[in-house]
């Protein structure tokens, strides 16, 4: 079948639930992708950070096959000889001493909630029920009724109501906000490091930092959502270590599988992931063994082929080039490593057309926030690559 014909049959049987690019993929390969048609793009999203690894990696597509033949899922309720292992692995690559596996993202994120509530009745001392967490606007951290509740994007919100309460949201960047926010019930304050899909937004320089002062002054949980920035996507093993500071709780997902299976995580130390009891939480498919083995050769991969390294040099490079385009449209070049945003003026008309001339010349973009196109390539790539790729982005952006 070809292209519209899929797109036909995608638009007759599935919830328009996304607006995705005329682009039905069929393979992938490092940084490319091809088409039903044959055509090949160079990924420059990677499904939102999720294969940092590139596509079809090949250890660890061997690793997936491997343990799929042997076994896939026990529950929680019988242990399995995989996620003993991760669990070391994360703790010695992450420096958190625990972690406590999920699936997707959301998940994670509404672990990292729980956990926050819990620690403030238990050790903090909040009355029953009034703990209170505090997250930046222009937020994205998943798509659960609890999460859309302190999102401020009204698509993401406005038709799902009731909400849940016990959540307050204050400008990102803004650290005099944050701390005029702080009551003495409040928990925990969570941020993404960086706010990807919120545009590629970083915050000045010394909010992390700033924050982890604040929450240290008012007994406060500090929470790092890194499941877009994380695992070198910016340059570094975390976003935040950017700033030199450590997060009480850190979740991260998308790339912890290299793109090949959901897994996502909240990494804690004894402390705080020590006051979950058994039966207070759990996930069927959360920690299965598949799930563990492919996440730690994915894990393996970032750091024996240099990844992180890659993304911190040629992030670097990629935005120099960037910056240096002449064009009528662009507002700014903004990013870390390689999470990178070129914002466009209002008079531009909008990312989308930008990101559908680029599909034409082999390059697979996404808007975000109608004036952001994000530049996210899987950091596998060369220099090569991004030296074949910026003459059309040039061309693009100066199209009338
Ligand atoms: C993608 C994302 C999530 C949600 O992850 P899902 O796997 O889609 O549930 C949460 N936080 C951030 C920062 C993300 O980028």
């Known amino acids: 079948m070809k292209t519209q014909d899929l797109i036909n049959l995608e638009n007759e049987y599935g919830a328009h639930n996304y607006h995705p690019l005329d682009v039905v993929i069929t393979r992938g390969e490092g940084v ?99 703990a209170e967490i505090l997250v930046c606007d ?30 307050k949201s204050v400008p990102y960047g803004d650290a005099a906000a944050m701390q005029a926010a702080i009551t003495p019930n409040t928990a925990a304050i969570m941020v993404e490091p960086i706010q990807g899909e919120g545009g590629v937004i970083l915050p000045p320089e010394g909010y992390l930092a700033e924050l982890r002062r604040m929450c240290d002054h008012h007994n406060i949980l500090l929470i790092f959502d890194e ?39 909240v990494l804690a130390d004894k402390d705080i992931m020590g006051l979950f009891t058994p039966g207070e939480h759990g996930s069927t498919f959360g920690g299965n063994p598949l799930g563990a083995a492919v996440a730690r050769t994915a894990l393996k991969v970032l750091v024996e082929e240099g990844l992180i390294e890659n993304s911190a040099k040629l992030g670097e490079y990629f935005i120099e080039q960037l ?47 109608e004036t952001v196109i994000r530049f996210a390539p899987p950091l596998v790539i060369d220099r090569e690559t991004l030296d074949w790729a910026l003459p059309h982005i040039r061309e693009v952006l100066n199209l009338p």
């Open 138 to 167: 222009g937020n994205f951290h998943g798509r659960t009724i609890s999460i859309v509740t302190f999102s401020s994007e009204p698509l993401y919100k406005e038709a799902f109501g009731p909400f849940t309460p016990g959540f």
């Open 32 to 130: 490319w992708v091809y088409d039903v048609e044959g055509n090949k793009y160079l990924d420059c999203l990677s499904a939102y950070s999720a294969v940092n690894q590139g596509h079809v990696h090949p250890r660890i597509l061997q690793t997936l096959i491997e343990q799929a033949g042997r076994v896939t899922l026990t529950s929680r309720a019988f242990r399995n000889d995989q996620l003993p292992h991760l669990y070391r692995e994360l703790a010695e690559l992450t420096g958190y001493e625990m972690s406590l596996p999920m699936n997707s993202g959301a998940e994670a994120v509404e672990t990292a909630l729980k956990l926050a509530r819990k620690w403030a009745y238990q050790v903090k001392g909040v009355p029953k029920y009034e």
């Open 323 to 369: 910056t240096e385009i002449p064009s009528p449209h662009v507002k700014e070049v903004r990013g870390k490593g390689m999470l990178i945003g070129v914002e466009l003026k209002k008079s531009a008309g909008g990312a989308r057309r930008f990101c559908e001339a680029l599909k034409q010349r082999g390059i697979l973009c996404k808007e975000t926030h």
């Open 227 to 265: 499941i877009q920035t994380g695992l070198g996507r910016t340059g570094k093993i975390f976003a935040h270590r950017h700033e030199s500071v450590r997060g009480d709780m850190t979740i991260i997902g998308k790339a912890l599988s290299g793109g090949f299976y959901p897994v996502s995580a």
